[in-house]
């Protein structure tokens, strides 16, 4: 092979220096951003220590401001209680229903610390309660009767009550029509009914026999063109959460 066939060779492979280059270049770039991150860092945590202490002063100032929020509310509702507790004093003591014995109560147990729509009250034989007293909600309604008596407590057992029944008016316009309305518990009732009656919400139901004695209110009537028997919903009138009820001797 002649001399001019070597050295077409030889320049034909390739350098190794470029290479070896870009490896040097690679490893001191990695070198210097390794030692810079502690000074980063440092920098870093420099700049955003204001920023940590202005949110940090914001949240204690948010923080003192619903907590003197909270103790004006606590304030009111301590004042509204006091309101009331002496609102129901006073009508204790004045017996606002004339001509009726009313016997006022506070209820001790409720669902679901109890049965369904029965409430346990602090008022019992000693107080005079007796069995089948009628139960109101602190008005003209009422929501239930008293079905048991003990020394110092009772049991007050709502109309709403599950598997309780009751013969009832309901009352649209000035037309009455004698119902039948089941409990189903939680303050509702229903009651099937002969289409045509003209039941809407808002119309009410009443006991015969208690004078006075609204019982529940209309709240859905489902009709169904094809049916002859309408079923309407009712609600028993009142806050069931209340704390006290009047028991009507």
């Not at 001509?99 to 019992?124: C, E, H, K, M, S």
Request: glycine letters at 8%; one cysteine or more; aromatic letters at 6%.
């Amino acid at each position: 092979m002649s001399s001019n066939s070597f050295n077409f060779i030889r320049k034909r492979r390739p350098s190794r220096l470029p290479r070896l280059l870009v490896v040097a270049a690679v490893l001191l770039v990695i070198l210097v951003v390794w030692s810079a991150q502690a000074p980063l860092r440092s920098i870093f945590w420099q700049l955003a220590t204001p920023v940590v202490m202005l949110r940090n002063a914001l949240g204690a100032t948010e923080a003192s401001s619903l907590r003197a929020e909270v103790a004006q509310l606590q304030a009111r509702v301590a004042d509204r209680d006091a309101l009331y507790q002496e609102n129901v004093a006073l009508k204790e003591t004045l017996n606002r229903a004339a001509g009726r014995n009313v016997i006022l109560a506070g209820i001790l147990q409720r669902p679901p610390l109890t049965p369904y729509d029965t409430f346990i009250i602090d008022a019992g034989q000693e107080e005079g309660v007796l069995v089948g007293s009628h139960v109101s909600l602190g008005c003209s309604a009422l929501v239930g009767t008293v079905t048991e008596v003990y020394k110092s407590t009772a049991q007050v057992t709502l109309y709403s009550a599950p598997g309780s029944a009751h013969q009832a008016l309901l009352m649209v316009g000035e037309e009455s029509t004698p119902i039948s309305i089941e409990g189903q518990g939680g303050g509702s009732l229903r009651a099937e009914v002969p289409a045509g009656t003209g039941a809407m919400e808002g119309d009410v139901v009443i006991l015969p026999d208690v004078g006075m004695g609204l019982t529940a209110v209309v709240r859905h009537v489902e009709r169904v063109s094809s049916e002859s028997f309408e079923t309407i919903y009712f609600s028993l009138p009142g806050d069931l959460n209340a704390r006290f009820v009047e028991i009507w001797q």
